[in-house]
């Protein structure tokens, strides 16, 4: 997923405010997820809802204002409740920003932990390294 850094993703300085990288993971995780067939739309009215248990994030290099960024997501560890996703932030020159990983997990309406419906687990399953 690309996305072009804006001015309101900056500081004073120009450079990406480091909370904002954690909308852009969010919303790569989102995309990651249709690209799958999964709508986080349907499934939040399935009463299925994947919440951040745990978040880790490496800034290698800055990202500044005009930057192009390339943020590549893929899965690993996908067991029951919790699936973790895995990132990469470059630049339009290919260096890399930031690296990431996110743990999600599965909870119901009432924010219990449960497993995801099979057809769902499946599908989260094919994609996990």
Known sequence: ??????YHHTDCAGVVYYAKYLEFLEEARADFLEGLGLSVQE???RGVFFVVYRQEIDYKHPAAYGDVLDVRTWTRDCTGVRMDFHHEILNQNGRLISKAKTTMVCVNKELTPHAPPEDIAARLKSACA
């Open 43 to 45: 499934l939040m009215k």
């Open 1 to 6: 997923m690309k996305f072009r850094v804006h």
